[in-house]
């Protein structure tokens, strides 16, 4: 029984009135992502990663069933770098807003069923350090816009609703403390559509 009310929301918005929408070439789209960020970082000749849970919303529009443009908010999660004892390292938050273009093909006719995609565009980081050593804790924080690339595969259900797993990518280069680190992030992330 519980399992009928869990799916009776997402029934219920998969079958909302499709006959206006079958129609039209143009539409919103809402986006919830969430999923396992990768994040690799260089400084000098030491290298190091970690991988923490994250999510993105985002939101556009179809201009063609084809192709849309998008805007996003996305956190990349904590990690924990170069940490040699429990009174060393270095902690950082990552976060950033994006803008970008996104790709679609259905397989189908009708537009429904199996798709791939695509996504590209630039995204500005907001990187948040806490480096701590001997010496104590210090804290500072760096921007970045750079471009980002994602690809996509997944299944529209209905007009309205569609689910898809996806990988984005993007580096930036931050000047934390005077020095300059290398960050590259890879993201796998399952997403949930809601068009309108």
């Known amino acids: 029984m519980r399992r009928i009310l869990m799916l009776a929301p997402v029934l219920a918005i998969s079958l909302l009135p499709m006959s206006a929408m079958a129609n039209r070439t143009d539409y919103g789209f809402v986006r919830v992502e969430a999923g396992n960020n990768r994040v690799e970082l260089e400084l000098d000749d030491q290298a190091a990663s970690d991988d923490d849970t994250g999510f993105s919303l985002r939101g556009g529009y179809y201009f063609t069933p084809n192709w849309a443009v998008e805007g996003f908010y996305s956190r990349y999660g904590d990690g924990d770098f170069f940490s040699g004892s429990p ?3 270095t902690s ?11 790709g679609k093909k259905n397989f189908r006719d009708d537009g429904l069923g199996f798709y791939l995609g695509g996504r590209a565009g630039i995204v500005a ?13 210090s804290n ?15 299944y529209d259900f209905s007009t309205n609703l569609g689910l898809g797993l996806s990988y984005d990518y993007f ?6 403390a005077g020095s300059e680190f290398d960050l590259t992030v890879g993201t796998v992330a399952l997403g949930l559509e809601y068009r309108f």
């Not at 980081?125 to 804790?137: F, M, Q």
């Not at 580096?171 to 934390?176: D, G, L, R, S």
């Open 87 to 89: 009174d060393r390292g």
């Open 92 to 102: 950082l938050e990552l976060s950033g807003f994006g803008a970008g273009i996104v």
């Open 125 to 137: 980081s907001k990187l948040e350090v806490e480096v701590s050593g001997i010496g104590g804790t």
């Open 140 to 154: 500072d924080s760096d921007d970045s816009t750079d471009a980002y690339v994602g690809i996509s595969a997944g």
């Open 171 to 176: 580096q930036t280069t931050p000047e934390i």
